[in-house]
């Protein structure tokens, strides 16, 4: 595997290691020991999960404020645009955001740290999209920043507007959303 840190330097994208021939491809999806040494600590993931979207759909930016969630995201199939906005109360880099296009063919993954608010849009037709979080999700700690907040600005590959849920219309802007203390 290849890890390589992205514009914010804890979020990696790992790319792994792809055994292609006339059958088809094998590649190693997960080492916890190449993960932890990457991060620098020992991980330990407690919940996987997964979702199906539709093109245009935009989750996110999602995160929580008690027991924040680091998570190892991959696309089995179709594209995202995956974006992690660090959210950490005394962080150098708070506010600022990281991006990376995912997919079932290109298989690249990214850890996001605890701390970070996530999102993605799909780019496909339909996306499904797994992850491992190294904590449970909790509702009543779940935050939702605003996807189109020109604090942030993140730079999203679309045009017209996205399909939200309700609670992601009324995500927060920066400027009001609870930041995250990690230790």
Known sequence: MIITPLSLPD????????HRD?????????????????VGRELR?????QSESHRHVLRGLHYQTVDP???LLRVTEGEI??????????????????AQRLSGDNHLQLWIPEGYAHGFLVLSERAVVSYKTTAYYQPAYQQCLLWNDPAVAVTWPLSGAPHLSAPDQRGLPLSQAPRVRIG
């Open 45 to 49: 993931f407690v919940q996987d999960n």
């Open 69 to 71: 969630q680091g998570k």
């Open 22 to 38: 006339a059958r088809g491809c094998f590649l190693e999806t997960y080492r916890q020991s190449v993960l932890d040494a990457a």
């Open 81 to 98: 645009y995956d974006v992690a906005v660090d959210m950490r109360q005394d962080s150098p880099t708070f506010g600022q955001w990281a």
């Open 11 to 18: 979020v990696l994208l790992i790319e792994p290691e792809v």
